[in-house]
Nanobody
Framework: QVQLVESGGGLVQAGGSLRLSCAASGTFFSINDMGWYRQGPGKQRELVASITSGGRTNYADSVKGRFTISRDNAKNTVYLQMNNLKPEDTAVYYC??????????????WGQGTQVTVSS
């Protein structure tokens, strides 16, 4: 069983910064793409940023220039550095990882979510 454990959420004022972390644990062969999604109040879950195992990144237009996704493959961990936060960034942030097992099958895994609240 693969688990993704997130940390780093909290309450911050507009213009502030937070750094989210997500570590994968369990038995698996490797992790392909990793990403961060968010779901605001009354909204659908949306992609915030993603990163391939080779380091290629992709961002939602709303966070470009403010958020940076990175990963440490040795630690099976993905990070999301969030700067210049805005009230509209308030949401539950979820980590996602495409896990490859020794059986060569793949499965998406989700973290439990971490709350980010930005006050104006």
């Amino acid at each position: 069983q693969v688990q993704l454990v997130e940390s780093g959420g909290g309450l911050v004022q507009a213009g502030g910064s937070l750094r989210l972390s997500c570590a994968a644990s369990g038995t698996f062969f490797s992790i392909n793409d990793m990403g961060w999604y968010r779901q605001g109040p009354g909204k659908q879950r949306e992609l915030v940023a993603s990163i391939t195992s080779g380091g290629r990144t992709n961002y939602a237009d709303s966070v470009k220039g403010r958020f940076t996704i990175s990963r440490d493959n040795a630690k099976n961990t993905v990070y999301l550095q969030m700067n210049n936060l805005k009230p509209e960034d308030t949401a539950v942030y979820y980590c996602n990882a495409e896990v490859r097992y020794y059986s060569h099958t793949y499965s998406p895994r989700w973290g439990q979510g971490t709350q980010v609240t930005v006050s104006s």
